[in-house]
């Protein structure tokens, strides 16, 4: 079963805008992870964030988690053409030893 | 440094080969996942490996899938035989797992066609 759900599913945008995107799951977890996804490639680790840490920055790119609404969001700011591409949030479950469950994504398009 | 080497890339064969696809993780990392992505069904994690020995295996679809990760630097997934709805991307990862927190480095993928 998912255990992460991304909205909204698709996002378009133009370049300078921020975007944001959300993340929920279901059960406790060990750490949420956000990935990127550029097409026809593998995925590529952006960020994590503990169970324990409600806020994480890392250049353009400002994670949250909230726990208690066993919710996570992405903001990406002043967004690129570069930007393009699929984003996934994962969660690594209390109750597994590394297993992640991947959300469906959210397609972002980033118009020159 | 060398990131997570998947072979081959694309794969076209028919239904009823059987096909085998291959992965080495990074050198140092202890843990390796198959995954199989589609559009339907997304990303789903198809079995995953600690230290050479498979964890588990409950995502694997059905017995004509296997998995073997004889050594660290070496795994294959094989489907014997194939049929039309295997066609999907494939992707390894492989992490370090001293703790938990720990991000997955993943290939660029195998994509899987069935004829």
């Known amino acids: 079963s998912q255990q992460g759900e991304e909205d909204p599913q698709a996002l378009s945008i133009q370049e300078g805008e921020n975007a944001t995107m959300n993340c929920s799951y279901k059960?406790?977890?060990?750490?949420l992870q956000w990935y990127r996804q550029n097409s026809g490639r593998g995925l590529v680790h952006l960020i994590l964030?503990?169970?324990?840490?409600r806020e994480k920055h890392s250049g353009r790119l400002r994670v949250t988690l909230d726990t208690s609404k066993k919710s996570s969001s992405l903001l990406i700011t002043a967004s690129r053409a570069a930007d393009t591409a699929s984003y996934f949030c994962?969660?690594?479950?209390?109750?597994?030893?590394?297993?992640?469950?991947f959300g469906q994504g959210t397609t972002l398009q980033v118009k020159p | 440094d060398a990131g997570v080497i998947q072979s081959p890339r694309h794969e076209v064969t028919e239904m009823g080969q059987e096909v085998t696809l291959r992965c080495k993780p990074i050198?140092?990392?202890?843990?390796l996942f198959w995954y199989r992505q589609t559009m339907m069904r997304g990303l789903e994690l198809l079995i995953y490996?600690?230290?050479?020995?498979?964890?588990?295996d409950s995502g694997m679809p059905e017995d004509r899938f296997s998995a073997k990760m004889p050594n660290a630097s070496f795994s294959t997934l094989k489907i014997q035989p194939s049929e039309p709805r295997d066609s999907a991307v494939y992707f390894c990862?492989?992490?370090?797992?001293?703790?938990?927190?720990?991000?997955?480095?993943f290939g660029d993928g195998t994509r899987l066609s069935i004829l």
């Open positions: 490996f600690n230290n050479n020995v498979p964890i588990d």
């Open positions: 994962a969660t690594d479950r209390s109750s597994n030893t590394g297993k992640l469950i």
């Open positions: 964030i503990r169970s324990n840490e």
């Open positions: 050198s140092g990392h202890n843990s």
């Open positions: 059960t406790s977890i060990n750490n």
């Open positions: 990862a492989s992490s370090f797992r001293a703790d938990y927190n720990q991000p997955q480095h």
